[in-house]
């Protein structure tokens, strides 16, 4: 709207300025008739008698209402300028969003971790797909390195995640390296076949694999109640009951491979979702982060001053 407003402000102007010019012409022109010239000489369109028509194609005329036209073209072109650089540089400032302890942006190295982070998710969903896909055609080759691909992407995925609660995020990340150090061994002391032939054969090894099973759960329910995302809450229940299913035999083996379909499609699921959403979603509230990695009650109360906070929030953390 504002744009339109100067367009015609500007090209008032132009036809004001070519009229004005024109008006020595204009004497031996009827009043009624002349208010048609400037509209006639910016649009292009006839004038209402041959009287105008000998007035428009005179080499005068031609000359004064070209210039008003050349000169309207240019102060439009030129705004157009104006406003492509204005946007230009409007897209190179930095957004900034308001947080409990202060203000905070999405750095580039945010952007880099939340994509690891991302990517990291994508491998251990890939990895997963491998093992299942070995089970269900008995290619044994790719299970084991499909599996540890798989936990090697949920590993780092548990590193760059982000939580406000961090002794949680270390439960989780201990849970993870129990069960992969369990896998690891069933790996290295089973030669019958690979890991996911000796857990179906022996139901005892969910306690030896399950911690990172766990801690996958975790992560879920962090995903699902931060972002309300109904498959990560789909795998934070699908992933204990395929566990539990398999470790008390109370699943049947068709109920067992349901279970393990059904939580791949939703792995599949909330893997390529991820994608869709905005980078500053993944972080959380920097400020939170920020302020809580200060290690002096001084730096923190400095913190909260310099954003203009109440020195109350101290007391918050």
Not at 50 to 73: E, H, I, V
Not at 107 to 136: H, N
Request: net charge negative.
């Amino acid at each position: 709207m504002t744009t339109s407003l100067h367009h015609l402000r500007v090209f008032t102007a132009a036809t004001a300025t070519a009229t004005s010019t024109a008006s020595s012409s204009l004497r031996r022109v009827r009043p009624r008739e002349a208010a048609f010239i400037p509209l006639a000489a910016t649009t292009g369109c006839s004038f209402p008698s041959s009287r105008f028509a000998l007035f428009a194609n005179s080499r005068s005329t031609r000359s004064t209402f070209g210039d008003g036209r050349r000169a309207l073209c240019a102060a439009l072109s030129a705004d157009d300028d104006r406003e492509r650089e204005n946007d230009a540089e409007g897209n190179n400032e930095e957004q900034y969003y308001e947080g409990m302890y202060g203000r905070w942006s999405v750095s580039k190295a945010d952007e880099i971790e939340v994509w690891s982070y991302r990517v990291a998710l994508s491998l251990a969903c890939a990895g997963a797909s491998g093992v299942v896909l070995g089970g269900f055609t008995g290619n044994e080759d790719i299970v084991n390195p499909s599996y540890f691909a798989g936990a090697s992407g949920l590993g780092v995925a548990l590193v760059l995640v982000h939580m406000y609660v961090t002794p949680i995020k270390r439960v989780m990340q201990a849970l993870y390296a129990v069960g992969f150090i369990g896998s690891v061994g069933i790996a290295a002391s089973y030669d019958g076949g690979s890991l996911l032939d000796f857990v179906v054969e022996h139901r005892s090894a969910v306690w030896l694999i399950g911690p990172l099973f766990a801690a996958f759960t975790g992560l879920a329910f962090k995903e699902g109640a931060c972002y309300g995302k109904p498959e990560a809450f789909f795998l934070f229940l699908m992933t204990p009951i395929m566990c539990l299913g398999h470790l008390t035999g109370l699943a049947s083996g068709e109920v067992e491979t349901f279970f393990v379909a059904t939580w791949m499609l939703g792995f599949l699921v909330f893997a390529g979702r991820k994608y869709t959403q905005a980078v500053k979603d993944d972080i959380g509230d920097k400020s939170v982060f920020t302020f809580r990695g200060l290690k002096t009650d001084e730096e923190r109360r400095d913190y909260l001053e310099k954003q203009g906070k109440d020195l109350s929030l101290m007391d918050a953390m």
